[in-house]
T-cell receptor
Framework: IAGITQAPTSQILAAGRRMTLRCTQD?????MYWYRQDLGLGLRLIHY???????GKGEVPDGYSVSRANTDDFPLTLASAVPSQTSVYFC????????????FGEGSRLTVL | GQNIDQPTEMTATEGAIVQINCTYQ??????LFWYQQHAGEAPTFLSY??LDGLEEKGRFSSFLSRSKGYSYLLLKELQMKDSASYLC??????????WGAGTKLIIKP
């Protein structure tokens, strides 16, 4: 089934640990995004990639890094997790950068203690 | 700054009609989007408006007034499965999506 797969679904992590959230899509979409969703706030863009080999910073990039080695994969890394990074993380893709029709993964719930 | 406002929560009755409003102030405008998000799930695309007027898609309709910075999502013949959060998002001049916090819609029998 075509779509976006995120892993892990849920994770509890000690502060200071490194963590990578994985995201893979099989729709051959050029653009990919990482958002975090916190209660009472809208989705906030962390990082994005318009095409393989390029990445850009979103609204809340500090403490996160991404890579886009190929079209399908867009991992998000927390180098040294802090409790304020407790959130639900959504990966999304779109077939072009000027369309707002995004396809989302099921989300990764991360708790940093 | 850029801002999207929508009500935090609304309650409606099964079979009725509900209108969810969204007002926005953004740097430029390249379209307004509505997404549906059931609790614990991913958002899914509902509608897109870039020109003024009403777009109808089955039981759901979306309206846009660019001069007023205003949109609404109209849900007719409400069903229990429509209980969800509805997210309004605007694409700004840099083609970045600015998201509202979402409106939680509670449907009562």
């Amino acid at each position: 089934i075509a779509g976006i797969t995120q892993a892990p679904t849920s994770q509890i992590l000690a502060a200071g640990r490194r963590m990578t959230l994985r995201c893979t899509q099989d729709m051959r979409h050029n653009a990919m995004y990482w958002y975090r969703q916190d209660l009472g706030l809208g989705l906030r863009l962390i990082h994005y990639s318009n095409t393989a080999g390029t990445t850009g910073k979103g609204e809340v990039p500090d403490g996160y890094s991404v890579s886009r080695a190929n079209t399908d994969d867009f991992p998000l890394t927390l180098a040294s997790a802090v409790p304020s990074q407790t959130s639900v993380y959504f990966c999304a893709s779109s077939d072009s950068t000027d369309t707002g029709e995004l396809f989302f993964g099921e989300g990764s719930r991360l708790t940093v203690l | 700054g850029q801002n999207i406002d929508q009500p935090t929560e609304m309650t409606a009755t099964e079979g009725a009609i509900v209108q969810i409003n969204c007002t926005y102030q953004t740097s430029g405008f390249n379209g307004l989007f509505w997404y549906q998000q059931h609790a614990g799930e991913a958002p899914t695309f509902l509608s897109y408006n870039v020109l003024d007027g009403l777009e109808e898609k089955g039981r759901f309709s979306s309206f846009l007034s660019r001069s007023k910075g205003y949109s609404y999502l109209l849900l007719k013949e409400l069903q229990m499965k429509d209980s969800a959060s509805y997210l309004c998002a605007v694409m700004d001049s840099n083609y970045q999506l600015i998201w509202g916090a979402g409106t939680k819609l509670i449907i009562k029998p």
